[in-house]
């Protein structure tokens, strides 16, 4: 049997049409020539998912030569450049970039996150978008249309680590499996001053998600990009300019600014710091509001003026150090002491990522008093982030170990030459 090789149809919304564009899809974004007779074969698996069932043939991975199936990322395919509901039309580079601002961005991502949208390649939410990855951030941007992570970074420039803010995004283009393989993430906020980790917002098996992330993420972290959006109408502002009360507007539910981030600070250098397990960041949140209204009521004030939601007095008082700190609250524990000799060794779950308890605070201080604080922006605290595990291995390094033994995660041995 003689089998004709014959280009699909980009009009044609068949099975067979659907499943030879993607076999044509993958050669060309990997740049692989694909040999006439994968190219058939791959035809010929498109026409059976065809007859077999319609839309079966867009579930048959054609694998490319030389795939390496450990570097995809499980559960993460997306569709193809598409308009709203699935609309023809929107071809790359060709769709608008409408303006908006990292507030709105934010919002339309958290109302996903809100409703947890359910992960599709191949249906479209409510609002016209794709259920996947690509179509998330495109629907986040405000794109009118479904990109890809291919398509996306011509909406946007390339930037660095340290230009990260709300709304921007990270993409991994994989050119081995360019569907499969590929991810885009949307940039929530730093959630630790080292800038180890921050708050993704993505589109994800089994629905959307917002979660701290380890930067750049929890796999390929190397071959992750920062991009901005280039249709951003008002770039943030910085309120380390002026200490003018910058409006109750940029407070509260769905707020992301650099004033929520500097209310946080204002808030953790007054006595706060037990409202935030991670943070301060640009996204307001419920530690903003629990940390306010606590210096409100440390003022005396009550009702409608110790709501939490700061206004013109509470920030003048903030920003001019002035007024009464947030009390202790009752029955609070104080951070251990540092010891007059080497305390027990807690155990080495209570060091790591994630971890936020009085050892870390206390490992931090005591690798400050060693002269192995360098790692350090801000800080030590309660919560272990990156500079922890840096300053730890340094002090390691200077006992002359190395490895295993040179880590970064304190052990019995570490905790008891550092407190001795």
């Known amino acids: 049997m003689e089998f004709n090789e014959v280009e699909p149809d980009d009009s044609c919304a068949c099975g067979g049409c659907d499943g030879r564009r993607r076999a044509r899809l993958l050669a060309v974004r990997s740049g692989r020539?694909?040999?006439?007779?994968?190219?058939?074969?791959?035809?010929?698996?498109?026409?059976?998912g065809s007859v077999l069932g319609g839309g079966g043939a867009a579930s048959i991975a054609?694998?490319?030569?030389?795939t390496d199936s450990g570097t995809q990322i499980p559960g993460s395919p997306q569709g193809e450049v598409s308009g709203l509901y699935g609309g023809?039309?929107?071809?790359?580079?060709?769709?608008a970039q409408p303006a908006t601002t990292r507030a709105e961005i934010i919002h339309r991502a958290q109302s996903w996150v809100d409703q947890q949208v359910p992960y599709s390649m191949g249906r479209y939410w409510s609002d016209g978008y794709r259920q996947d990855c690509s179509g998330f951030v495109s629907m986040a941007w405000g794109l009118g249309s479904s990109q890809t992570t291919w398509t996306l970074p011509d909406f946007a420039e390339r930037i660095s680590k340290d230009e990260l803010q709300p709304g921007d995004a990270l993409i991994y283009n994989n050119a081995a499996d360019p569907q499969g393989g590929s991810h885009v993430v949307l940039f929530g906020g730093w959630t630790d001053a080292a800038h180890t980790r921050y708050t993704a917002l993505e589109q994800t098996r089994p629905h959307t998600l917002k979660r701290t992330t380890p930067y750049a993420y929890w796999s390929h972290a190397g071959s992750y990009l920062p991009y901005?959006?280039?249709?951003l109408s008002q770039p943030m502002p910085a309120p380390e300019n002026s200490d003018a009360f910058p409006g109750a507007d940029k407070f509260g539910p769905g707020r992301v600014n650099p004033y929520v981030t500097r209310l946080g600070k204002m808030l953790v250098d007054r006595g706060g710091t037990r409202f935030y397990g991670e943070g301060p960041s640009p996204d307001w949140g419920e530690a903003d509001r629990r940390a306010t209204?606590?210096?409100?009521?440390?003022?005396?004030?009550?009702?409608?003026?110790?709501?939490?939601?700061?206004?013109?007095?509470?920030?003048?008082?903030?920003?001019?150090?002035?007024?009464?700190?947030?009390p202790a609250a009752a029955g609070t524990p104080s951070p251990p002491p540092p010891p007059a000799g080497a305390p027990a060794f807690p155990g080495a779950d209570r060091f790591g990522p994630g971890q936020v308890n009085d050892w870390v605070l206390q490992l931090g201080q005591q690798l400050v008093r060693k002269g192995?604080?360098?790692?350090?922006?801000?800080?030590?605290?309660?919560d272990w982030g990156e500079a922890d595990r840096l300053n730890v291995a340094?002090?390691?390094r200077a006992q002359g170990w190395s490895g295993a033994e040179a880590d970064g995660y304190p052990g019995p041995d570490t905790w008891k030459l550092l407190f001795s």
């Open 372 to 382: 192995f604080g360098a790692a350090y922006r801000e800080g030590p605290s309660r």
């Open 293 to 326: 209204e606590a210096f409100q009521l440390a003022q005396g004030w009550h009702g409608a003026e110790a709501d939490g939601y700061p206004g013109k007095d509470t920030w003048d008082l903030l920003v001019r150090r002035l007024g009464q700190d947030i």
């Open 33 to 48: 020539v694909v040999p006439r007779r994968t190219r058939r074969a791959a035809v010929l698996l498109a026409a059976v």
């Open 394 to 396: 340094a002090f390691q």
């Open 228 to 231: 901005r959006y280039k249709g």
């Open 88 to 95: 023809s039309g929107a071809r790359r580079g060709l769709a």
């Open 62 to 66: 054609v694998a490319a030569p030389g």
